[in-house]
């Protein structure tokens, strides 16, 4: 499956953004999916998943009620949205794709990754 993450951009603390990743080549629906981002000199973090269906959703402590992850399969899309959005949440996100049914919030265990977009939050 291939993946294409966009929605990044610049914008101020406290601003919304949505971020979108559409999927191809695939069934979207047999997959877990995540979002996971990297800021300059840091490594790659995992920030939300969600399972097959939509029904079940993990965050990271640190976007919890901030972000919220959500898919819509019968669009192979899914969907990241960054609401109070601070500078430390600057970096590029990642969307990925996990075959098994059991989701997981380490990146090793997805199977499919997109091109990242990138997101700008300035003070």
């Known amino acids: 499956v291939q993946l294409q993450a966009s929605g990044g951009g610049l914008v101020q603390a406290g601003d919304p953004l949505r971020l979108s990743c559409v999927a191809s080549g695939g069934t979207f629906s047999r997959y877990d999916m995540g979002w996971f981002r990297q800021a300059p000199g840091k490594e790659r973090e995992f920030v939300a998943a969600i399972n097959w269906s939509g029904g079940s959703t993990y965050y990271a402590d640190s976007v919890k009620g901030r972000l919220t992850i959500s898919r819509d399969n019968a669009k192979s899309t899914m969907y990241l949205q960054m609401n109070s959005l601070k500078p430390e949440d600057t970096a590029v996100y990642y969307c990925?794709?996990?075959?098994?049914?059991?989701?997981?919030?380490?990146?090793?265990?997805?199977?499919?990754w997109g091109q990242g977009t990138q997101v700008t939050v300035s003070s």
């Open positions: 990925a794709a996990d075959r098994a049914y059991v989701v997981s919030t380490e990146a090793s265990e997805y199977d499919y």
